[in-house]
Nanobody
Framework: QVRLQESGPGLVKPSQTLSLTCTVS??????????WSWIRQPPGKGLEWMGV???????YYSPSLKSRTSISRDTSKNQFSLQLNSVTPEDTAVYYC?????????????WGQGTQVTVSS
């Protein structure tokens, strides 16, 4: 069974960079067909797709976040990471990593448990 686990600081100061890592077990992030996404949910709001890195290393980003977002991977550790620059309190959310079934399908079969990130001074 595939498992995903988010890790990173729970508190980030405004204007700083939010960095999270998703560690995947039970399956390789280089396996064809799958993509690996970052999704967040601000308090009281719905899920927001942020971006994805696919099995071949190709990345796609939400247009609204593209200028501040970077997703990378470390295949030797079977991890992929999110960096969100110049954060504001509006970036406070629960951040999830998830496995997507293909590219731009918005169908996910495995999710991490989520990690709360608060942006505050």
């Amino acid at each position: 069974q595939v498992r995903l686990q988010e890790s990173g600081p729970g508190l980030v100061k405004p204007s700083q960079t939010l960095s999270l890592t998703c560690t995947v077990s039970g399956g390789s992030i280089t396996t064809s067909y799958y993509c690996w996404s970052w999704i967040r949910q601000p308090p009281g709001k719905g899920l927001e797709w942020m971006g994805v890195i696919c099995h071949d290393g190709t990345t796609y980003y939400s247009p609204s976040l593209k200028s501040r977002t970077s997703i990378s991977r470390d295949t030797s550790k079977n991890q992929f990471s999110l960096q969100l620059n110049s954060v504001t309190p509006e970036d406070t959310a629960v951040y999830y990593c998830a496995r997507e079934l293909g590219i731009a399908t918005m169908q996910y079969d495995y999710w991490g448990q989520g990690t709360q990130v608060t942006v505050s001074s």
